[in-house]
């Protein structure tokens, strides 16, 4: 399913914080994902997850994320994307030391999306201090002021409801996310296979949020709904060294249905594809490689570089074969580690919506 | 102060311009050479209305078409006779060797040619500054009591080198004298009274 | 074009034919430039060493947080800040011994340290976990690894403990030790405490400060100087004042060389326009001659200029380094802007010195006209002209003096009464030469005085120039006298002990207090202590002074209250500084709330000392009361007093017993010595700007003179033909310059003493907080007096020499060309 998509996302979160935190430049800023995870514990399949624990830190691995991401609408249909990310990684292995001396470093991510712009922002913060961090009990994940936090009667199964904010200078956002859905392990019973070679994560997703809230863009307030996908992921090594980049889908299939679909690439040329087909009743089963296709239809041109903005989706042993465009091409990510994330529509055998993220372009 | 002066000067010929002091006679050759300019009325030289020209004007009628002596030979202190002689031609851009070696030759200049103006004698200085009158081939060479400050003998030898060089040239000469001595010797008279051709 | 290098090249014939005029022409430029570029490029030399110290993180350009009443405070309000919206990041300051020498250290926090903070060392990429995980790193200036006598790598021994190991990073300032915050805390043993908050640029919307940290905070605006800037302005507007009255001095010998080459050069512009040459094309190859020449002293002068800024480089440095602390690397390095402007102020210098001539040149008649002689009516209505100018900027001095009360004023005061002065000296002259016109009795004497009147136009020039840069060697000649001496008293005074320890540690302290102990020539220890904190929004050092009668008999106070020495005992009393007490508005008897590690203490003030020299604002307390308040002070430092005979063998024994060197212990002799050295190199640079400016001033008045000697020959001839020796002329001539040089002299001084009472009473003020007494230093004016005379003797003598063996011929010649 989603899982490696997740990864990937949470992979280049990753990234990003080994770069901003010493990786040795921009390329290796991913392969910081591919790097060495000795010290660090690693992933092995048939992990029994536990929650609430599972929602806090997992200090003992190298990189981790909480990831939302939002398709909204306005009252006149108007459509918005709204992301809100927490990365942590560790520099070093061993239990978390107090104070200064915490070897956690955090980076948040926010972002609002309409079609006609595209607000980022995002912030660092070391652990220790109480500048950054997740708490499980009672659910609270935050960097400076922005905060993702359970509201009284949250459900650890269901991971709701969730209050969830974010300002930055130009824009700010409030959202409400509810559900009546339990969560949702990703790959193979939240073990997420990334490369033959090991690299996997542990990856759980929450698909099924009901959103209600608000985004502020240069003090214009719009009151707005949808739903929102958030997704979980730790690993110490979630990347095998030589994959260069990934595009990943959050599909809100007709009925109910989600569908998570990811494309690793790798430096040699070739192509993975992993993905999970959730069920409305939660179930969530692994999309084989074979036989299944993701491939660009139209590039941007933003800063230089070209991104694959719209795609064809073939998933023949599903009968899925849709068209994507996005929602607003223009949706770059121009932090310090780079990347496209917004909200998309498709058509075609199915139609609806979902978000696009692509990295190592 | 003028009026109605109408002079003509003939191709080689010599023409001396008298009169007492203050008849107007170096103010007449002042308005020719568009060295003054007029209060009201009209010069004209040729073809050319001097009166008309700006300054930039009257820089090239003098440039290109007279040259100039004074009593006061007006060389340049700083340069040698040599680039005394030249510079009128090179700036009017008339330089011609040839020429300029015969004029060394007949003005006797040929062992003055690395001094400077104050090593030289008022009658050499003078002999200078005809030859850098006349090296660019002026239409008209203008002389404002060139003379003055030499003495008879010199004055007399002067002028009559000047006299055969205009000549061999082939343009006019105009000079400006209070002595009717200087003025028999040239081939016409002409008397200013009053600011009035007498 | 080649018309116009003909042109070009007749001009040019003239200098070859007068180089002297040409040398002078050219010294003048190039003194100009090279006086003008070399302050320049000394200011642009210290300005990037400020921008290098105001770039170590929390620089005043950075907005930032602090306490209101103590020196740090919990880092959970940056947790609470952040939490809150704001752009924070936490950063602690204090100070380390290593080795017996004081080091500033500061601990930030890199990740959220906000970018334009400037050249943040190189965090970031790479380096982050080095430099946050213990050991860390400690990041210095290659110029503190010096001072160190260290390597990279090495982890020097402080507070009992091992720092982080050293790595060299270039854009810090000198002096700092940069480390992780955590590191800090740890180093300075306050954990979870932070001395303030930088604030971000970026204007994320965040709550108001009261609402997340009550009245604990407030925030100080960044300015746009920093610190140094701010403090160093005054030496710089000093150093741009005399690099532009030299600049203004040389101008005047461009100015008079060129006039005497335009005099010199009528006949030959006559004769070009006559033969042809158009007035505009003449004026367009006088610029391009005047361009050229400037060009090419430009290029000297910036050479000299360059040489002259390495020359005094190290007596700018050591000044900074004295009077602010202000650290400036001793080699000279260049922007290209620099040469350009110095190319560009050289040209356009020449072209407004010259104005005047080609302003003539422009309107020059081909024919020459009779020479008008009424230039006595002329010169009076010149002479009222300047004299109303004169009076009009006086009184804008008097407004100043009156209402203005910033460094600025202060020098536009000074500004004023000199450009005042100067405009008013031909009026000056005019009438002292009328009063003598009026005594004299003999027809020659008659004649004397009023020759000398009709010569002031064209010598006034030369002689402003006299006059400015006599009344500035006088003012600051005055100044630097009235401080020395002020200085070496109060050196006296402050140097109290005879022999000064500073130990290499609190440990090493007692042992040798324990030793001295039972020594019997000491007849006293007394512990000193500094501690920093912060007051009013600036850092200040906290002294303290032992209750000892040392102290109570020799430390000079300024004023005080009764019995101020018993008062301080207690501990709730204070010394201020004079800059402090200035800065602050502090009076004997107010009270005031010193941010301690403890919470503020409440201090009465008792007295006010002078602090000369000392860049920071200073308090002094009883020094148990401060070890109290202040528990983190070193206590290093100790002061002995010991019998004169004894003081060369216990310096000896301290440094063999306990491995000192003579940094670290030193008698009292040594350090007034060094002291005085500090301080005259403070002075030095100023010393060297003033004799240039006034060698300027004297080949201005040379110039000045040949100028007039040669168009005045014919005023002269006439007496030669009725019966005057040549001799007799000379010596006239010689006299009249060396009247009208001492009158201007004498007026001069009035003028400087003036001066350097704005000086002493204003300037110095504004930019170091202290006043000084006035002194009046009757030798000194006397011996200015006497370079003056010389000066003019000098400048008079050549022209003078040239008349007196002029050919009788040449004099006969005027007649001749005088129609």
Known sequence: MSASGTITRRAFAGGALALALGGKGFAQGFAGLGENAEGFAAVTPGKPFVFPVDHGPHPEFRIEWWYLTANLSDAGGAAYGMQWTLFRQAMTPGGPSEGWANQQVWMGHAAVTSATTHRFSETFARGGVGQAGVEATPFRAWIDAWEMRGLNDFDAQRVAPLELRASAADFSTTLRLETDRALVLQGDHGYSRKSDRGQASYYYSQPFYRASGRIVIEDKAVDVTGTAWMDREWSSQPLAADQTGWDWFSLHLPGDEKLMLYRLRQKDGRENLFGNWITPDGRSTEIAAAGNSIAPTATTEINGRKLPTSWRVTLPARHLAIETTPVNPKAWMGTSFPYWEGPIRFSGSHAGIGYLEMTGY | MLRGVDLTVATGESVALTGESGSGKSTLLHLIAGLDAADSGEIALAEIIVSGLNDAGRAELRRDRLGLVFQQFNLIPSLTVADNLVFQSRIAGRHDATWHDELVERLGLKNLLRRYPEQLSGGQQQRVAIGRALAPKPLLLLADEPTGNLDEDTADEVLHLARDLVVRTGCGFLMVTHSARLAATLDRQVTLHAGVVA | ?819
Request: proline share 5%; with cysteine.
């Open chain 3, 1 to 819: 074009m080649r018309r116009a290098l003909w042109i070009l090249a007749v001009l040019l014939s003239h200098w070859r034919r007068h180089p002297m005029q040409l040398a002078t022409l050219l010294i003048g430029l190039i003194s100009a430039t090279a006086l003008w570029s070399g302050v320049q490029a000394l200011n642009q030399q210290a300005r990037i060493a400020y921008d290098r110290a105001a770039a170590t993180f929390g620089g005043s350009r950075t907005a930032m947080l602090v306490s209101r009443d103590s020196a740090t405070f919990p880092q959970q309000l940056f947790v609470d800040l952040r939490r809150a919206g704001w752009q924070v990041s936490p950063m602690l300051e204090g100070r380390v011994q290593i080795d017996g020498r004081s080091f500033r250290l500061l601990g930030v926090e890199p990740v959220t340290l906000p970018s334009e903070v400037g050249t943040a060392p190189a965090v970031g990429r790479g380096t982050l976990q080095a430099f946050v995980t213990p050991p860390g790193e400690m990041l210095v200036a290659p110029e503190t690894l010096r001072d160190l006598a260290r390597k990279e790598g090495e982890r020097p021994q402080a507070n009992g403990m091992s720092l982080p190991p050293l790595r060299v990073q270039a854009e810090l300032a000198p002096g700092a030790l940069v480390v992780d915050i955590g590191i800090a805390q740890d180093i300075l043993k306050l954990p979870g405490q932070v001395s303030r908050l930088l604030v971000g640029k970026s204007k994320t919307p965040h709550a108001t400060l009261d609402s997340v940290a009550g009245d604990k905070l407030h925030l100080v605006e960044p300015s746009a100087e920093s610190d140094l800037e701010r403090l160093t302005d005054s030496f710089h507007l000093n150093l741009t004042a005399f690099g532009l009255l030299s600049f203004f001095v040389g101008l005047f010998i461009v100015n008079s060389a060129i006039g005497l080459a335009f005099e010199q050069r009528l006949p030959m512009l006559r004769t070009l326009r006559a033969c042809g040459v158009s007035a505009r094309m003449l004026n367009t190859v006088l610029v391009i001659e005047l361009v050229s020449l400037a060009l090419v002293a430009g290029l000297i002068g910036l050479v000299c200029g360059y040489f002259i800024a390495a020359a005094l480089l190290p007596d700018v440095a050591a000044s900074l380094r004295g009077l602010y602390g202000a650290q400036i690397p001793g080699q000279l390095s260049l922007k290209p802007v620099w040469w350009f402007a110095g190319i560009a102020i050289s040209i356009l210098g020449a072209l407004a010195a010259a104005a005047a001539s080609l302003a003539k040149a422009i309107r020059m008649p081909v024919l020459a006209t009779a020479q008008p002689q009424a230039w006595q009516q002329a010169q009076r209505r010149w002479l009222m002209f300047q004299s109303a100018a004169a009076l009009a900027v006086f009184a804008a001095a008097a407004v100043l003096i009156q209402f203005g009360d910033s460094l600025i004023a202060g020098f536009a005061v000074l500004a004023a009464l000199m450009l005042g002065a100067a405009l008013i000296l031909p009026m000056v002259l005019q009438i002292a030469l009328a009063i003598g016109q009026r005594s004299a009795r003999a027809p020659v004497g008659i004649w004397f005085w009023a020759d000398s009147r009709q010569q002031l136009s064209g010598l006034s020039l030369a002689l402003m120039a006299l006059l400015l840069a006599l009344a500035v060697n006088v003012g600051v000649g005055t100044m630097v006298d009235s401080f020395s001496r002020t200085f070496l008293v109060w050196l006296d005074g402050r140097l109290a002990a005879d022999v000064y320890v500073s130990a290499a540690s609190d440990a090493q302290a007692r042992q040798i207090k324990a030793w001295l102990r039972d020594r019997p020539e000491v007849e006293a220890i007394l512990p000193g202590g500094r501690a920093d904190t912060q007051f009013g929004g600036a850092p200040i050092e906290v002294l303290g002074l032992p209750d000892h009668s040392t102290y109570r008999d020799n430390w000079p106070l300024l004023e005080s209250a009764a019995n101020a020495w018993i008062r301080l005992r207690p501990g709730d009393t204070c010394l201020v500084s004079e800059q402090l007490s200035r800065r602050m508005k502090l009076a004997i008897g107010d009270h005031i709330e010193l941010p301690a590690p403890g919470g503020n203490w409440p201090l009465e003030i008792v007295g006010i000392y002078a602090d000369y020299g000392n860049p920071k604002g200073q308090i002094a307390v009883n020094f148990a009361a401060l070890t109290r308040h202040f528990p983190q002070t070193p206590l290093t430092r100790i002061g002995l007093r010991v019998a004169p005979d004894k003081i060369a063998p216990l310096i000896t024994a301290l440094q063999e017993k306990f491995g000192l060197d003579d940094r670290n212990v030193a008698d009292q002799a040594t350090m007034k010595r060094e002291s005085k050295r500090v301080f005259n190199r403070t002075f030095s640079v100023t010393a060297a700007l003033n004799a240039f400016t006034l060698g300027v001033a004297g080949i201005a008045l040379l110039t000045s003179l040949l100028t007039l000697a040669n168009s005045r020959l014919p005023q002269l001839a006439p007496l030669w033909a009725i019966g005057l020796t040549r001799r007799r002329l000379a010596a006239l001539e010689l006299l009249k310059t060396m009247a009208v040089a001492l009158i201007t002299a004498l007026f001069a001084l009035p003028l400087g003493l003036l001066v350097a009472w704005c000086l002493l009473a204003i300037v110095n003020v504004k930019a170091f907080g202290w006043r000084l007494p006035f002194h009046v230093f009757p030798l000194q004016l006397i011996e200015l007096l006497a370079v003056a005379m010389a000066a003019a003797l000098c400048a008079a003598a050549l022209p003078v020499a040239r008349l007196a063996r002029m050919q009788p011929a040449t004099l006969i010649r005027t007649f001749v060309n005088e129609r």
